[in-house]
């Protein structure tokens, strides 16, 4: 995938600000949006310039960093109550997503670890803890493809929901990281994109990153998937997951609970694939999972252009949440969890 060093790079550090791809503009366009404080970063991440649960954790700890950076030379207090204002901000950007909190707790302790040091080595502290967890992640994605391509049989026609690639993480991805890991290890096999309404991630990302990739790929229009399953032209479903409570329910992009359904109603393996950042075992069920309900505008037109009429009421969660039950099994980086329950779940912690 052209870009900058050669491949995509979903996050950019420079060294003196964060540039992050403008997913906004993709297929069309491959532009980069910089930040260079928290605050800018929390507006790319509200306004979906970056998205994808473990790609978010990773844009708010640059956020902190870069919030840091800018700090080098104010007093220690003020440094210090900018900072939790700074993380206060990032916290508020996106609520599902739990990746978003986990970075941001860890960029917390790291912070903690050097308190009472300059400004320059808080910074520089941070901007490594950032860093670490941006590496972190693209070995964690690489770790949940190699063990999830073992759940792909050759020949697999792969549906998928949203964009859980390269774009929606530091780099690799999730879902479609068990696709490219099949691939690498010879298998052939192609994808069923769905196109994802309202934002059209499956349509604009995932299209756009298996073209890249050469991998086959077909798109469909989320309403086609249960006719292309009843018809036998799907042999698993893989997505990614937002947040996945301690009893194994998984909060997803809103269309993965159909998709679920369906998916055992035909007696196909639905596959979810997550780091275990995006496992939240403080949240007993998906019931407690707050689901982000986003502006009506994303539905009732695209791109400034409006195909509903004026004074329609519009309903726009950004999730769904689908019960365990459903799930086949759970790839982790650490081990699949089949039927995945809240005792497997905690196994992957102990």
């Known amino acids: 995938m052209s870009a900058r060093g050669g ?18 503009a993709l297929p069309q366009r491959l532009d980069y949006v910089a930040c260079a404080s928290a605050a800018e970063t929390a507006q790319a991440i509200r306004d979906m310039v970056v998205r994808g649960a473990p790609a978010i954790g990773c844009a708010a700890a640059f956020g902190i960093a870069l919030e840091a950076r800018r700090l080098t030379e104010a007093g220690s207090a003020a440094r ?23 970075a941001l707790d860890r960029m917390q302790a790291a912070l903690a670890a050097v308190a009472g040091r300059s400004g320059a080595e808080v910074a520089a502290a941070l901007v490594v803890e950032a860093q670490s967890i941006t590496a972190e992640d693209i070995e964690c994605n690489r770790a949940m493809g190699r063990r999830g391509a073992a759940l ?53 990302l995932t299209a756009w990153e298996m073209v ?49 359904v369906l998916a055992a109603r035909h007696g196909l393996p ?50 769904d949440v689908t019960p365990a039950g459903l799930v086949s099994a759970l790839i982790t980086e650490r081990g699949i969890v089949s039927a995945p329950s809240a005792a497997g779940l905690r196994a992957l912690f102990d």
């Not at 790079?9 to 906004?24: A, I, P, S």
């Open 80 to 102: 210090a109550e900018a900072l939790q204002q700074a993380f206060a901000t990032l916290r508020a950007s996106r609520p599902t997503a739990v990746n978003l909190f986990w």
């Open 152 to 204: 792909v049989p050759d020949g697999a026609r792969i549906m998928t929901h949203c964009n859980a690639g390269a774009l929606a993480t530091a780099g690799y991805g999730t879902a479609l990281g068990v696709v490219r890991a099949a691939r690498d290890a010879g298998k052939r096999v192609s994808v069923i994109a769905n196109e994802t309404r309202p934002f059209q991630q499956g349509a604009r």
């Open 270 to 319: 639905f596959y979810v694939a997550a780091p275990c950042s995006t496992i939240d075992l403080a949240i007993a069920s998906g019931a407690a999972i707050p689901i982000e309900e986003r502006a009506a505008a994303e539905v009732t037109g695209f791109r400034g252009e409006r195909w509903a009429p004026e004074g329609v009421a519009v309903a726009n969660p950004a999730f």
């Open 7 to 24: 491949a995509v790079q979903t996050l950019y550090w420079t060294g003196k600000r964060l540039e992050l791809v403008d997913q906004r």
């Open 212 to 260: 890249q990739e050469r991998i086959p790929v077909t798109l469909v229009t989320d309403s086609m998937a249960g006719h292309l399953m009843q018809t036998g032209k799907v042999d698993l479903v893989v997505v990614g997951a937002d947040r996945v409570a301690a009893n194994g329910d998984v909060a997803n992009k809103i269309g993965t609970y159909t998709l679920a």
